[in-house]
């Protein structure tokens, strides 16, 4: 069984431009979970999904960021309008369903913001 | 060798001796608590977890121990090997919703 991908795995980006991330959860996993990393930092909550729907957006900022996880394809984690402050590594996760049990991180994408 | 976490984030230790890496969490209400290891480039990788109702739990080589009064994680490797080089981290939920909440993390750099 595949894990959590994410693609692309590296991602430059000028200031200014959008940036586009996506995460497939493993196979049969509903739930999805963002996370946004900064060098030597623990893993800092964005925003949970569940299919179609947004659960928790309580750690996306308020501007520029939208995530959606639609009934067809991988989730998308869009920054609109990047600034240097959004370089960071952005983890992917997902499990079966809510509650407490272990989260499957995918690999990440590292954005660079020139 | 042991680490007190967010104090000292670095731990190194020779081959074959038994590691100690140490959490202190924040929320008293959390209730399920992870360790997970994260390797140069990669995403975290579950090692082991625990519920609140527990004070201890063995896997293979790794074991957690939690004292909720103090609030305090830790995760003991056995017999550490080159391979467990990376950086390890503690995550809580706080049951009010699925999102994990992460420590800063530990830097294991094992000897040969």
């Known amino acids: 069984n595949a894990g959590v991908m994410q693609n692309p795995r590296h991602l430059v980006r000028r200031r200014g431009q959008e940036a586009r991330l996506r995460c497939s959860p493993v196979?049969?996993?509903?739930?999805v979970y963002w996370y946004r990393q900064l060098p030597e930092e623990g893993l800092k909550f964005m925003v949970y999904l569940q299919k179609e729907n947004i659960i928790d957006e309580s750690g996306m900022p308020k501007e520029r960021f939208s995530a959606e996880f639609p009934k067809e394809g991988p989730s998308i984690l869009r920054i609109q309008q990047v600034v240097r402050g959004d370089s960071a590594a952005y983890f992917c996760?997902?499990?079966?369903?809510?509650?407490?049990?272990?989260?499957?991180f995918g690999d990440g994408t590292r954005l660079s913001i020139l | 060798g042991e680490s007190v976490g967010l104090h000292l984030p670095t731990l190194s230790v020779q081959e074959g001796d038994n590691s100690i890496i140490n959490c202190a969490y924040s929320?008293?209400?959390?209730?399920?608590f992870i360790w997970y290891k994260q390797e140069s480039g990669k995403g975290p990788q579950f090692i082991i977890d625990i519920r609140s109702n527990m004070d201890k739990r063995q896997g293979q080589r790794v074991t957690v121990l939690l004292n909720k009064t103090v609030k305090h994680l830790s995760l003991q490797i056995a017999a550490t090997q080159p391979g467990d080089s990376a950086v390890y981290f503690c995550?809580?939920?706080?049951?009010?919703?699925?999102?994990?909440?992460f420590g800063t993390g530990t830097s294991l750099t094992v000897i040969p």
């Open positions: 196979k049969g996993h509903s739930h």
């Open positions: 929320n008293s209400a959390s209730d399920y």
């Open positions: 996760a997902s499990s079966p369903s809510a509650g407490n049990q272990p989260q499957h």
């Open positions: 995550a809580e939920n706080p049951n009010t919703g699925n999102q994990f909440y």
